[in-house]
T-cell receptor
Framework: DAKTTQPPSMDCAEGRAANLPCNHSTISGNEYVYWYRQIHSQGPQYIIHGLKNNETNEMASLIITEDRKSSTLILPHATLRDTAVYYCIVRASGGYQKVTFGTGTKLQVIP | GAGVSQSPSNKVTEKGKDVELRCDPISGHTALYWYRQSLGQGLEFLIYFQGNSAPDKSGLPSDRFSAERTGGSVSTLTIQRTQQEDSAVYLC????????????FGSGTRLTVV
């Protein structure tokens, strides 16, 4: 798997957009970028994924750079319930791969 | 079921005892993963099952750890002669073999070895 690097922590004011960066400079052509989040005491939850085009769903938007070496997860209007650890991983779409989750970014949404 | 189910949700055991942790994946998901998360740490891969293929056990930290998956569905992670450093949250995830949405995680089992 391509490794990812994320800042260990970020703060965001409630109601503002939270922009969480992720670097994945060794990503392969068939690898997708996935984002998960883990709210305290729960298992990680899928948020969004993408290959090369920007993606949006009801939870977030994913912006992937043209060279695919980095991406940004955007929570457009952060709420206190968005306080969590956010993980960025890369993996191919099919077949087995042993995926490692790093320590992610701890996002603290501030009232 | 609708999600990945893990039991028990909490387990306190004495040092030296054996424990069994159970994972019931989403019906139809052929891939099953076990991860461990120590306090304040990321997710550490333990073992992976895929259909009838030999499991990838490369993440198991010692021979006290073992896992099996019966009938391609329910999985049990067994820790023998537990040690205090085994205290962690043990997470199970499942996925479709070719699923692009990735994993669905259970809520985990919090193991405390006293």
């Amino acid at each position: 798997d391509a490794k990812t690097t994320q800042p260990p922590s970020m703060d965001c004011a409630e109601g503002r957009a939270a922009n969480l960066p992720c670097n994945h400079s060794t990503i392969s052509g068939n690898e997708y970028v996935y984002w998960y989040r883990q709210i305290h005491s729960q298992g990680p939850q899928y948020i969004i994924h993408g290959l090369k085009n920007n993606e949006t769903n009801e939870m977030a938007s994913l912006i992937i750079t043209e060279d695919r070496k980095s991406s940004t997860l955007i929570l457009p209007h952060a709420t206190l319930r968005d306080t969590a650890v956010y993980y960025c991983i890369v993996r191919a779409s099919g077949g087995y791969q042993k995926v490692t989750f790093g320590t992610g970014t701890k996002l603290q949404v501030i009232p | 079921g609708a999600g990945v189910s893990q039991s028990p949700s909490n387990k306190v055991t004495e040092k030296g005892k054996d424990v069994e942790l159970r994972c019931d994946p989403i019906s139809g998901h052929t891939a099953l993963y076990w991860y461990r998360q120590s306090l304040g740490q990321g997710l550490e891969f333990l073992i992976y099952f895929q259909g009838n293929s030999a499991p990838d056990k490369s993440g198991l930290p010692s021979d006290r750890f073992s896992a099996e998956r019966t009938g391609g569905s329910v999985s049990t992670l067994t820790i023998q002669r537990t040690q205090q450093e085994d205290s962690a949250v043990y997470l199970c995830a499942s996925s479709l073999e070719a699923g692009v949405r990735g994993y669905t995680f259970g809520s985990g089992t919090r193991l405390t070895v006293v």
